[in-house]
Antibody, heavy 119, light 107 residues
Framework: EVQLQESGPGLVKPSQSLSLTCSVTGYSITSNYWGWIRKFPGNKMEWMGYISYSGSTSYNPSLKSRISITRDTSKNQFFLQLNSVTTEDTATYYC?????????????WGQGVMVTVSS | DIRMTQSPASLSASLGETVNIECLASEDIYSDLAWYQQKPGKSPQLLIYNANSLQNGVPSRFSGSGSGTQYSLKINSLQSEDVATYFCQQYNNYPLTFGSGTKLEIK
């Protein structure tokens, strides 16, 4: 069974970087596409970006140059880094697998990790 | 970006009732629409994709319909385990965008 699990610090200071790991079991990240999505307080959801089976990436323009998604295929993990965070980046962060290509829905999600940006 | 307007924001219904949740896209998304269920403290679960295809393992009381810019999720014979937040998502164009969610409660 495909399982995803997010991990990372729950508290980040403003202006610092947020770094999260998504550990995948039951499926290789060298297949399909893998995304990061966040849910803000109040339930608004935002797609942040994806990394493909080949390592190519695509990001939400709203995040401009603050975001980076990378991977470690030997550990079957992919990572999110978001730089220069503000309190507006406080959210629950999810990693997810695309059903197939990148014009497909997300069929497996992690449990989510709540990240608070606060001094 | 494609804007997804979801309604209602909250819904209260009795066990056994049928409920409908709507999603309106700001432009034609050619049925590239998914519906998800998220129970409190859990991860989102894919219910419907391609507007009307039932994901494996999802009970048949869930169904989706629509085309163009208008889509809906129908839940027949409401069960207590259906208490959750439901949201739509379009994958026709990037960035992917989501509806604002519908919180479903039992009366």
């Amino acid at each position: 069974e495909v399982q995803l699990q997010e991990s990372g610090p729950g508290l980040v200071k403003p202006s610092q970087s947020l770094s999260l790991t998504c550990s995948v079991t039951g499926y290789s990240i060298t297949s399909n596409y893998w995304g990061w999505i966040r849910k803000f307080p109040g339930n608004k959801m935002e797609w942040m970006g994806y990394i493909s089976y080949s390592g190519s990436t695509s990001y939400n323009p709203s995040l401009k140059s603050r975001i980076s998604i990378t991977r470690d295929t030997s550990k079957n993990q992919f990572f999110l880094q978001l730089n220069s965070v503000t309190t507006e980046d406080t959210a629950t962060y999810y990693c997810a697998r695309y059903y197939d290509g990148y014009y497909h829905p997300l069929d497996y999600w992690g449990q989510g990790v709540m990240v608070t940006v606060s001094s | 970006d494609i804007r997804m307007t979801q309604s209602p924001a909250s819904l209260s219904a009795s066990l056994g009732e049928t409920v409908n949740i709507e999603c309106l896209a700001s432009e034609d998304i050619y049925s590239d629409l998914a519906w998800y269920q998220q129970k409190p403290g859990k991860s989102p679960q894919l219910l419907i994709y391609n507007a009307n295809s039932l994901q494996n393992g999802v009970p048949s009381r869930f169904s989706g319909s629509g085309s163009g810019t208008q889509y809906s999720l129908k839940i027949n014979s409401l069960q207590s385990e259906d208490v959750a937040t439901y949201f739509c998502q379009q994958y026709n164009n990037y960035p992917l965008t989501f509806g604002s969610g519908t919180k479903l409660e039992i009366k």
